[in-house]
Nanobody, 123 residues
Framework: QVQLVESGGGLVQAGGSLRLSCAASGRTLRSRAMGWFRQAPGKERDFVTAISWTGDRSSYADSVKGRFTISRDNAKNTVYLQMNSLRPEDTAVYYC????????????????WGQGTQVTISS
C-alpha cells in the first residue's frame, strides 16, 4: 500500500504562486509515474500533469502549460507541483496520483490517490 498526502494548498490572489507537495509513505514510489489531477465544484476530475519515474518525461494539460511545473525527489518519496501565474479557473481540489507504471499517468492507470488539497484563487 502507498499512502499519499498532499500539502501546500491555500488561498492566493490571481497572478500568485503556490507549491504543492505530495509525500508518499508505506511503500516507495519506485517505478511509478506520478501525476496531479484537479476537480472543481460540479465538474469531473481532470488531468493536470504527470512525470515519469525517472523524471525525464513530463506532460501537461494545455490549460496549465507554461505556468505549472511538476518535479519529483525519489530520495524523499515526494512529488511537487509548482504553480505560477494562477488564475481563478485554477480553483479546485488538487489530487496526487501514483500510477501502475513508470512512464505516464491517466485516470485509468492510477493505483493510489491522495486525499486532495484545496487551492482557491481569488480574482
Amino acid at each position: 500500500q502507498v499512502q499519499l498526502v498532499e500539502s501546500g494548498g491555500g488561498l492566493v490572489q490571481a497572478g500568485g504562486s503556490l507549491r504543492l507537495s505530495c509525500a508518499a509513505s508505506g511503500r516507495t514510489l519506485r517505478s511509478r509515474a506520478m501525476g496531479w489531477f484537479r476537480q472543481a465544484p460540479g465538474k469531473e476530475r481532470d488531468f493536470v500533469t504527470a512525470i515519469s519515474w525517472t523524471g525525464d518525461r513530463s506532460s501537461y494539460a494545455d490549460s496549465v502549460k507554461g505556468r505549472f511545473t511538476i518535479s519529483r525527489d525519489n530520495a524523499k518519496n515526494t512529488v511537487y507541483l509548482q504553480m505560477n501565474s494562477l488564475r481563478p479557473e485554477d480553483t479546485a481540489v488538487y489530487y496526487c496520483a501514483a500510477a501502475n507504471n513508470p512512464y505516464g499517468v491517466v485516470a485509468t492507470t492510477v493505483d493510489y490517490w491522495g486525499q486532495g488539497t484545496q487551492v482557491t484563487i481569488s480574482s
